[in-house]
């Protein structure tokens, strides 16, 4: 079966660079969550979508942005990279059945490290 | 204090061993997710559960709603199964954000 596509699945920038990470979820699936986890520590929701509108925020930095397209494919726009913005971002996607969320599927992840 | 908290941290084992790692959480949840996260970071997800008990090969996951707890199980354990354990809650909050547990490393010893 088909599961959560992120790209590239590792990258490396340097500091004050961009970079864009990319998210596919499993076909049917309407909402994408992003998740940052950094070096040894718990992973941490940043922000969701659902049918292409921003549904949930949290702990996003104002550098960063995402957006949810018509095809449902989710990218996570991140600029001014900072040393501190070194961590593994993946992201998972679900269905929402009526007003219920089916279950989350976790995406491999991209591992950025920015020097 | 974590709203979810999981034990022991590390676990160091023989290839073979029993092996039974444990989630508490304080919040009220619509459903729990253990996760394995390999060296290099990809996570897969092993089980998600609202109630009861899962099996899959020789891995076993349960939940005690009423205690707010879970525990997950290797039988047999081998070197392979060496990675970070995280239990991952959904609060019935609305939110629908998984609140994620510090994750238990697994060595499993030749």
């Known amino acids: 079966a088909a599961g959560v596509i992120q790209s590239p699945r590792h990258l490396i920038k340097e500091k004050r660079e961009t970079a864009t990470l990319k998210c596919y979820p499993i076909?049917?699936?309407?909402?994408v969550y992003w998740y940052q986890q950094g070096p040894g520590q718990d992973p941490q929701f940043l922000i969701s979508?659902?049918?292409?509108?921003?549904?949930d925020k949290g702990s996003i930095p104002d550098r960063f942005s995402a957006q949810q397209f018509s095809d449902y494919h989710s990218e996570l726009n991140m600029s001014s990279l900072e040393l501190g913005d070194s961590a593994l971002y993946f992201c998972?996607?679900?269905?929402?059945?009526?007003?219920?969320?089916?279950?989350?599927?976790f995406g491999p992840g991209t591992r950025l490290l920015v020097l | 204090k974590n709203e979810v908290e999981q034990s022991p941290q590390n676990l160091t084992a023989q290839e073979g061993e029993f092996i039974t790692i444990n989630c508490s959480y304080s919040?009220?949840?619509?459903?729990l997710h253990w996760l394995q996260q390999h060296p290099g970071g990809g996570i897969v997800s092993l089980f998600m559960l609202s109630s009861g008990k899962k099996k899959h090969g020789r891995l076993i996951a349960t939940i005690n709603i009423q205690e707010k707890h879970s525990s997950l199980h290797i039988t047999a354990s081998h070197p392979r199964d060496s990675a970070v354990y995280i239990c991952a809650v959904l609060p019935t909050s609305g939110t629908y954000k998984y609140i994620f547990g510090t994750g238990t490393r697994l060595k499993v010893l030749a």
């Open positions: 998972a996607s679900s269905r929402r059945r009526g007003a219920y969320q089916e279950t989350q599927y």
């Open positions: 979508f659902y049918e292409k509108m921003q549904s």
């Open positions: 919040v009220g949840i619509s459903a």
């Open positions: 076909p049917r699936h309407d909402t």
